[in-house]
T-cell receptor
Framework: KAGVTQTPRYLIKTRGQQVTLSCSPI?????VSWYQQTPGQGLQFLFEYFSETQRNKGNFPGRFSGRQFSNSRSEMNVSTLELGDSALYLCASATGAAYNEQFFGPGTRLTVL | QKEVEQNSGPLSVPEGAIASLNCTYSDRGSQSFFWYRQYSGKSPELIMFIYSNGDKEDGRFTAQLNKASQYVSLLIRDSQPSDSATYLCAVNPDALTGANNLFFGTGTRLTVIP
């Protein structure tokens, strides 16, 4: 069974630009969660989508948004990039059933200059 | 505030020894618990998942959960140099609903010395 895939793997942007990251979950999984990982703050939850609806949201500004498509693929968008947005962005896939397990993709390394 | 605390380490053990990693959490309502292994420059890999009090074993790994003490641990038996990584503890306060919004500790760096 194929794992979680994320594209692109690396991105370099400048301040003020926007960026869109993509995540394809494991086949049959309907839940996609996004996380940001930085050396200073560790792994922090951004939001979760299930059946095309945002089910949970972390404590991030509105510049961070996402969506999920009918095939469960998800995109995350960051507008008006700031230097502090430089991070590893991780997508995690799960079935969405009670007490399910989350599996992470390889991540997208975003550098903001 | 849902906090997950781990000793940042580094924790060093000789090859073949038992490595013991500990994690405490503040939200008494937390429902499921995870241990992830993360190699430098890679994404987290799920090692163990537990939601009932007691022990759960999978190969060389044993997870132990004590909800009354708000404590979860990971034991690695017969530690190998390939186990050298950062181990992340995570809790899910909403597991019963199927929601996936994990809260992570900062990780414990483990080094296994050959």
């Amino acid at each position: 069974k194929a794992g979680v895939t994320q594209t692109p793997r690396y991105l370099i942007k400048t301040r003020g630009q926007q960026v869109t990251l993509s995540c394809s979950p494991i086949s049959g999984h309907r839940s996609v969660s996004w996380y940001q990982q930085t050396p200073g703050q560790g792994l922090q939850f951004l939001f979760e989508y299930f059946s095309e609806t945002q089910r949970n949201k972390g404590n991030f500004p509105g510049r961070f948004s996402g969506r999920q498509f009918s095939n469960s693929r998800s995109e995350m968008n960051v507008s008006t990039l700031e230097l502090g947005d430089s991070a590893l962005y991780l997508c995690a896939s799960a079935t969405g059933a009670a007490y399910n397990e989350q599996f992470f993709g390889p991540g997208t390394r975003l550098t903001v200059l | 505030q849902k906090e997950v605390e781990q000793n940042s380490g580094p924790l060093s053990v000789p090859e073949g020894a038992i490595a013991s990693l500990n994690c405490t959490y503040s939200d008494r309502g937390s429902q499921s618990f995870f241990w992830y292994r993360q190699y430098s420059g890679k994404s987290p890999e799920l090692i163990m998942f537990i939601y009932s009090n007691g022990d759960k074993e999978d190969g060389r790994f044993t997870a132990q959960l004590n909800k009354a003490s708000q404590y979860v641990s990971l034991l690695i038996r017969d530690s190998q140099p390939s186990d050298s990584a950062t181990y992340l503890c995570a809790v899910n306060p909403d597991a019963l609903t199927g929601a996936n919004n994990l809260f992570f500790g900062t990780g414990t760096r483990l080094t296994v010395i050959p």
